[in-house]
């Protein structure tokens, strides 16, 4: 902004040497420029001013949500009761699908699908199959599909 100023007033300056009467048309002219370039100066200085601000204060922000995302994820990896979770990895969208280790020994037959693109992740039946596994995944879901075809 200084910068802007400086030049700004070393036109006013160089205008005034000039010995170009105000009262001449292309004294208005040149005076009307030279206060039209210092009004942008001055709302370019005060955006400047402006945008220092706004970064403090998303830094500050940043900073807060930092600390919360480090007390909350901390609090998720182990449970106050000492519940562990399962990480695996969707083979449709990559995204990290995180359950509880439950699951696994659960009676009843659970698949967790990924809630980004509902694509089955992990099936708890006897051979535990994940989607990292995915050559497994479909011989599950053909010798399925071919039980659901001899029940029709």
Avoid: R
């Amino acid at each position: 902004m200084n910068d802007l100023k400086s030049k700004v007033a070393y036109l006013q300056g160089l205008s005034a040497g000039l010995d170009v009467s105000a009262e001449s048309k292309e004294g208005k002219l040149l005076q009307g420029i030279i206060e039209v370039l210092d009004e942008f100066a001055e709302s370019v200085g005060d955006l400047e001013e402006a945008q220092e601000q706004l970064e403090d204060y998303l830094d500050s922000i940043d900073e807060d949500l930092y600390h919360l995302e480090d007390e909350i994820y901390e609090s998720d990896d182990m449970d106050a009761c000492g519940e562990e979770y399962i990480e695996v990895d969707c083979p449709g969208c990559g995204e990290t699908v995180c359950f509880d280790a439950d699951i696994v020994d659960d009676d009843d037959v659970v698949e967790v699908t990924c809630p980004n693109c509902d694509e089955v992740v992990f099936i708890n039946d006897d051979t535990h199959q994940a989607a990292d596994e995915p050559e497994m995944l479909l011989g599950k879901v053909s010798s399925d599909a071919k039980d659901a075809d001899e029940d029709i």
